[in-house]
């Protein structure tokens, strides 16, 4: 996709399906490492996020599926704007939970839009180890 880049922290083969969130065929699965990460570059465009959904992956209660995280803003990858932050979460501890989550005004660089979105475990997840683990993610908002 030339106008969104996907990164993780974590090798990973093609995570450009997690841009669909009717996937159920593939799920990302980072390494056992804490502070995992996602991140959305758009390259053409800056966002002014409104709120996000994600999608957990197929194994039901108690899965390896995400307790704690902070959804990340940034222009330069080098100063993060803490955009949500989530902790000890059980919205998302089911086979394909999905949820959208809203985001509040957090700071007056929100006006001026992300080009990076990142979210970013914080702890461990449901399973008690350090591995992030989701099938898809929407970002929402304003794109300028």
């Not at 922290?9 to 996937?23: A, E, V």
């Not at 929100?110 to 914080?122: A, N």
């Amino acid at each position: 996709n030339d106008e969104i880049r996907i990164t993780s922290s974590g090798k990973s083969s093609n995570i450009d399906y997690i841009l669909n969130i009717h996937n159920k065929s593939s799920t990302y699965w980072s390494p056992f490492s804490p502070n995992q990460w996602i991140c959305f570059e758009f390259r053409k465009h800056k966002i002014v996020p409104s709120n996000y959904t994600i999608k957990s992956y197929s194994y039901g209660v108690g899965g390896c599926h995400l307790k704690s995280w902070v959804l990340e803003g940034s222009n330069d990858q080098n100063i993060w704007t803490n955009i949500d932050e989530q902790n000890n979460c059980s919205i998302l501890n089911t086979a394909f939970g999905v949820h959208t989550f809203s985001i509040g005004k957090k700071s007056n660089l929100e006006k001026d839009g992300y080009k990076y979105i990142r979210i970013r475990q914080t702890s461990r997840n449901w399973h008690d180890d350090d591995r992030l683990v989701l099938t898809s993610m929407e970002l929402y908002g304003k794109i300028i």
